[in-house]
């Protein structure tokens, strides 16, 4: 994958976070195995999971330039998230507005079959079925 066109995704994020914050909430589509991602244990083995982001919330929330750190209520708990820019590929306005970034989609499903490949081993030769003759 081209490093500039990351980086350039990454900014365009990182533009529409902010600007998408400015209404009640927004809606923010990640990938939760990217490196750097931090969330509840139950959510990590997701293959995208959704979360609901908004400065109105009583946890804190933080745009960086790496990605968003946030304080998020799951169940009767606060959990300290952080979410690189690099898993974001949507996000979405209460108004409707929505940005997607073909490319996360692209570099995570390229990085995951790479994981695969080296992980999983080749399935065994199929069987021919054996025929018998019945009287």
């Known amino acids: 994958m081209n490093e500039d066109l990351l980086k350039e995704a990454n900014k365009e994020k990182r533009s529409a976070v902010v600007r998408l914050l400015e209404d009640e909430y927004m809606l923010v589509d990640l990938i ?8 509840p244990s139950h959510l990590s083995s997701a293959p995208s999971i959704r979360l609901k982001l908004s400065r109105l919330f ?10 968003i750190e946030a304080e998020l209520l799951f169940g009767d ?8 820019f690099e898993a974001i590929w949507r996000v979405e ?21 790479e994981q695969q490949a080296e992980v999983a ?10 025929l018998r003759r019945v009287k």
């Not at 939760?32 to 969330?39: D, E, K, Q, Y």
């Not at 708990?77 to 690189?84: L, N, R």
């Not at 081993?121 to 054996?130: D, I, M, N, Y």
């Open 77 to 84: 708990t606060y959990f300290s998230c952080v979410i690189p």
């Open 93 to 113: 306005s209460v108004k409707g507005a929505i940005f997607t970034w073909e490319i996360t989609l692209t570099s995570a499903a390229f990085s995951e079959t």
């Open 58 to 67: 009583r946890g804190s929330l933080q745009v960086k330039d790496h990605g």
């Open 32 to 39: 939760p195995a990217t490196a750097g991602v931090v969330l």
């Open 121 to 130: 081993p080749p399935p065994p030769p199929a069987k021919r079925p054996q």
